[in-house]
């Protein structure tokens, strides 16, 4: 064999590994890239079905403080996914129950002054210690929940 054709050989051979070594980089830095991109969108994405499926199996919340809620109040909190309300009566029973209305799903508020629950949407009016609909729309009762005071915590649960 010439030293010409060796030499042609050679460059040739060179030629081929510099071209499958830039596929490659090129290849591996594509891979990066989607990647970067890909993960935060996929996140975004799957993060709100993943948060709404772990707030639909919460069936205990723990309130911080809310032992301190003043006789003849109430206050909202989320019990998982929903809003839920304590309720703290005048004569100290601590109820808590759904706070979604049944009839189109607003959200129910306490009325002190005429110790019932009350769903500003429609007029809907809810027994207050026990949830039951009274009158307006609603076709069913608020869900009430377990309340046991701790200290100066009150844990809610699904019964
Ligand atoms: S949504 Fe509550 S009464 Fe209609």
Not at 19 to 44: E, H, K, Q
Not at 66 to 81: D, Q, T
Request: proline share 5%; glycine share 8%.
């Amino acid at each position: 064999m010439s030293e010409f054709v060796k030499e042609q050989e050679a460059i040739e051979q060179e030629t081929v590994m510099r071209r499958t070594f830039i596929r490659l980089g090129i290849g591996a830095m594509a891979t990066g890239y989607a990647a970067a991109i890909g993960y935060p969108i996929y996140a975004y994405l799957s993060t709100p079905a993943k948060r709404a499926a772990e707030a639909g199996s919460i069936t205990e919340v723990r309130l911080e403080g809310a032992a301190k809620l003043p006789a003849g109040s109430a206050m909202v909190f989320k019990f998982g996914h929903k809003p839920a309300l304590l309720i703290h009566h005048r004569d100290g029973r601590w109820v808590a129950m759904d706070a979604v209305c049944t009839h189109l799903g607003c959200t129910v508020q306490y009325e002190t002054d005429n110790n019932r629950v009350f769903c500003a949407c429609h007029g809907g009016v809810y027994d207050a210690v026990t949830g039951e609909n009274i009158s307006g729309p609603p076709p069913k009762p608020l869900s009430v929940y377990r309340v046991e005071v701790k200290d100066a915590n009150v844990v809610v649960a699904k019964s």
